[in-house]
C-alpha cells in the first residue's frame, strides 16, 4: 500500500479539511492552484537562475511544479484543480533524452481502496509535450512511482512495480503482500532486460513493519552502479541490498537485521529513502581518511534518513531527520556517516526526503513529510530553507530537486484585464504557465475587440503573474511577452475587459474582487458604452451604464 494504511486514512481526513483554503488567486489562471513556497532563508547568488522542482501532493491540486529561488510559480502542471483524490503527481525532475533536457515525473492514479493503479511514468520536453508513456508490464499488479530514473544516454529506464501475492504474513492486508518488482526497461522497444523480485531473494521474516500493511518490502529506490549490479532501498525492510545485475543474488545488505556492515560510529540505519551512489572525491573526508579511500575498496551512498522507528515514530536519539552520506569499506565491512545535515527545525518527517549533489558542492535536500527544503554547504552552512504550504495544509513533496530548466510552452501566454466601474481605470495582469525566458511584458489596451490598441505599459515581469495599470478604461486587452534580448516570445489572445456587476462591486476594489466568491459569468457586468476624454494626457474612454 501506498502510503501506510494509517496515514492514508489521516492524510485523506486532512484533505477534506483543508481543500477549501487552496483556491486559486490567480487572475490569468484561476485554474491552477500551486501552494504558496515561502522562502525563510535565501543566501544564495543573486544571479542563480535554478529552478526548484516539487511535486505537490494532497492539496487539492497535487500537481508537478516549478518555482523559482522567490518562491513564485513557474509551471503548475498536471490535472488542475482536481478535488476527488484520485490523481497525483510524483517526483518531478529533469533528465536527458534524445540529446536534450527533459521532465520526468509519475503520474499516479488511486483507487478508492487507497491503491495504486494505472500509474504513468511521464516524460516531456520543454515545450510541455508528452513525448513517452511508459506503463507498467501487463504481469505487475501496478506501477511503483517511488524510482523513475533514465539511464544510459535517456535509452533506459529503471522503474519499480509491484505483484499482489497471497500470504498469511501476519502483518499483510486480506490474506495478500505486495512484493516488490524491479526493472530496467529499454524505453524504445519497452522490453525488460532486467528484472529482481523480493519474494525470490528476502524472506518475510526480514520486514521491520510493525503494523497492518500490505507492502512487507516497500522499495523506494535504485541505482544501478558501474559494474552493473544494482543498490536499492526497502523502507519496510530497513535495508539497502547490493543486488547482482545478472542473476539477482543479494551481494550485502547495509541496516536492518541481517546487515553485512558494521557501522563504526554506532549510526542506526533504519527507515530510508532515496539512496544514490555519490563519487569519492565529491563528498567531504578528514585528511587522515582521503588517503585510505579507493574506488575498488570503498562506496560513497547518499541517503535521506527518515529517522523514525519501525512503528513509524520518531528515533529520538537522531534528533532530527537528516541528510547523510555513509562510507562504506568494501573490504573491512564497516561503515561510518561523513556528512550529515539536519531538518533546520529539528522534525522528523515520517514520508518520502530526497538528497541532491549539486555540480558546485552543495547538497539539496527534500524534508519529505515536513513540506520544506533546503541547500547546505559541505561546511554544513544553510544558504537556503523554503517550505511549502502551510502547517495548516497537509502537503508533502516526494522528492525535491533544484536546477536549471528552459520552459518554452506551446500555448500562447493569458491575459485577465479588469475595472472596477465603467469609469474607472483598467488594471490588467499577465502570465505564462511554464515560460521561463519572458523578462518583460507589454500590455496593450484598445477601445474594442478590433482596436485599435495602444501600448499602455511595459514593465518588467514579477512572479507568476504581472500587474500593469492603464488610467483609462479600456474594453478590451491584450499582452505580449518578451525576453531578456527584447525579442518577442509570444501574444496573448484579446480578451474583454471584466466590471463586475453593480450590486457586486462591494466585493471588489481597484484591483480586482475577492477571490473567495465563486465568480461566474453572470456576475461581470459587460453592457458598458464608450465615450473618448483624455486623461492626464492620454486619450481614455469614459464607459458608462446603459
Not at 49 to 55: C, E, H, P, S
Request: aromatic residues 12%; contains cysteine; charged residues 20%.
Amino acid at each position: 500500500m501506498y502510503p501506510p494504511f494509517w496515514i492514508t486514512v489521516w492524510l485523506h481526513l486532512s484533505l477534506i479539511r483543508h481543500r477549501a483554503a487552496h483556491a486559486s488567486a490567480l487572475l490569468t489562471r484561476p485554474d491552477l492552484n500551486a501552494p504558496r513556497l515561502t522562502v525563510h532563508v535565501n543566501r544564495l547568488e543573486p544571479t542563480d537562475a535554478d529552478k526548484i522542482f516539487l511535486t505537490d501532493y494532497l492539496t487539492g491540486h497535487d500537481a508537478p511544479l516549478i518555482y523559482d529561488l522567490q518562491g513564485n510559480p513557474i509551471w503548475v502542471g498536471g490535472k488542475p484543480w482536481k478535488t476527488d483524490w484520485k490523481y497525483h503527481a510524483h517526483n518531478l525532475h529533469t533528465v536527458s533524452y534524445q540529446g536534450s533536457q527533459h521532465l520526468a515525473y509519475t503520474e499516479i492514479s488511486v483507487s478508492a481502496d487507497g491503491l495504486n493503479n494505472e500509474n504513468t511514468n511521464i516524460i516531456m520536453n520543454s515545450r510541455y509535450e508528452i513525448v513517452a508513456e511508459l506503463q507498467k508490464s501487463p504481469y505487475l499488479t501496478e506501477l511503483d512511482p517511488h524510482e523513475f530514473d533514465l539511464i544510459d544516454n535517456g535509452t533506459k529506464v529503471i522503474q519499480l512495480g509491484r505483484i499482489w501475492c497471497p500470504s498469511d504474513w501476519p502483518y499483510g492486508k486480506d490474506g495478500f503482500i505486495a512484493e516488490s518488482v524491479l526493472q530496467l526497461v529499454d524505453i524504445a522497444t519497452g522490453d525488460v532486460e532486467f528484472e529482481w523480485r523480493s519474494l525470490d531473494q528476502v524472506p518475510l521474516d526480514e520486514s521491520c513493519h510493525t503494523y497492518p500493511d500490505v507492502d512487507y518490502f516497500h522499495l523506494n529506490s535504485a541505482v544501478k552502479d558501474s559494474g552493473g549490479d544494482y543498490i536499492i532501498n526497502a523502507y519496510h525492510a530497513c535495508t539497502i541490498y547490493k543486488i547482482n545485475g545478472t542473476d539477482g543474488s543479494i551481494i550485502w545488505r547495509l541496516g536492518g537485521k541481517k546487515s553485512d556492515f558494521t557501522m563504526l560510529d554506532g549510526y542506526e540505519l533504519m527507515r530510508m529513502h532515496h539512496i544514490r551512489i555519490q563519487p569519492l572525491d565529491s563528498i567531504k573526508l578528514p585528511p587522515a581518511l582521503r588517503v585510505q579511500v579507493t574506488d575498488t575498496t570503498h562506496l560513497a551512498l547518499s541517503i535521506f534518513d527518515n529517522a523514525v522507528t519501525g512503528s513509524a515514530a520518531p528515533r529520538p536519539p537522531a534528533g532530527s531527520s537528516a541528510g547523510i552520506v555513509v562510507l562504506l569499506d568494501l573490504e573491512a565491512k564497516t561503515g561510518q556517516v561523513v556528512e550529515r545535515y539536519v531538518q533546520p527545525e529539528g522534525m522528523f518527517g515520517v514520508l518520502f526526503g530526497s538528497v541532491q549533489f549539486l555540480p558546485n558542492g552543495d547538497r539539496f535536500i527534500g524534508w519529505g513529510g515536513q513540506r520544506s527544503i533546503s541547500q547546505y554547504t559541505q561546511n554544513n552552512e544553510l544558504l537556503f530553507h523554503a517550505e511549502l504550504a502551510d502547517a495548516a495544509t497537509p502537503t508533502f513533496s516526494y522528492r525535491a530537486y533544484i536546477g536549471s530548466w528552459v520552459g518554452l510552452p506551446m500555448t500562447k501566454p493569458d491575459v485577465f484585464s479588469y475595472s472596477w466601474t465603467c469609469t474607472w481605470q483598467t488594471t490588467m495582469y499577465a502570465s505564462w504557465n511554464g515560460a521561463t525566458e519572458v523578462g518583460s511584458w507589454r500590455f496593450f489596451g484598445g477601445l474594442s475587440a478590433s482596436g485599435p490598441f495602444k501600448l499602455v505599459a511595459a514593465v518588467d515581469k514579477v512572479g507568476f503573474e504581472t500587474r500593469a495599470v492603464a488610467n483609462f478604461f479600456a474594453s478590451h486587452a491584450y499582452v505580449e511577452g518578451v525576453g531578456w534580448d527584447g525579442t518577442l516570445l509570444g501574444r496573448s489572445e484579446i480578451v474583454a475587459t471584466r466590471v463586475p456587476r453593480p450590486d457586486l462591486g462591494a466585493h471588489c476594489n481597484e484591483f480586482r474582487c475577492n477571490q473567495n466568491i465563486n465568480w461566474t459569468e453572470a456576475d461581470w457586468f459587460d453592457r458598458c458604452r464608450s465615450e473618448t476624454l483624455i486623461i492626464l494626457g492620454i486619450e481614455a474612454v469614459q464607459a458608462v451604464l446603459e
